[in-house]
Structure formats: structure tokens, C-alpha cells
């Protein structure tokens, strides 16, 4: 058996130098794209919540509304009703 020995060669190709160059660009980009993506979600999102808060505000206040209607329709059938009671009763 021969017996190797190992070498360590300090020289660097060219191609392994633009070979490193291009990941680390092609890293940094996909770095940047993702975090362009991440504001961009963030965005509709923030805008979606504020749409549902509007949203939710304005059926509160027509419910509201609604209720306030029924409040005064069932004071005035409350009144037609003992109006028509007390007729009922000093006529009868």
C-alpha cells in the first residue's frame, strides 16, 4: 500500500468565485422578495381587519337602530291597546 497524503490546494477557480458570487446574490434576493411579500400581506391584512371593524361599527349601529324602532312601536301598540281597553271598559 502506497500511503497518500493529503494536499490542500490554496488555489480558487474563477468558476467557484462566480458560482459564490450568484448564490449569495440569489440568496439576498430571495431574501428581499420574501420580505417585500411580508409587508404586502401585512398590509391587506391590517387593511381587511380595519374593513371588518367598519363593518361590525355599522351593523351595530343599524341594530341599534332596528331596536330603538321596536322600542317605540311597542310603545305605541301599548298605548292603542289601553286606549281601546279603556273605551272597551267605560263603554261596556
Known amino acids: 500500500m502506497t500511503e497518500e497524503k493529503w494536499r490542500i490546494n490554496k488555489s480558487v477557480s474563477v468558476w ?10 440569489g440568496g439576498f434576493t430571495f431574501i428581499y422578495d420574501l420580505r417585500e411579500r411580508v409587508a404586502v400581506a401585512d398590509f391587506k391584512i391590517n387593511a381587511m381587519e380595519q374593513r371588518f371593524e367598519r363593518m361590525e361599527n ?5 341594530f341599534d337602530k332596528i331596536m330603538s324602532h321596536l322600542a317605540r312601536l311597542e310603545n305605541k301598540m301599548d298605548g292603542y291597546f289601553s286606549n281601546r281597553l ?4 267605560k263603554g261596556g
Open 16 to 25: 467557484h468565485m462566480i458560482g459564490t458570487v450568484m448564490l449569495l446574490i
Open 58 to 62: 355599522r351593523t351595530n349601529n343599524q
Open 86 to 89: 279603556s273605551v272597551e271598559q
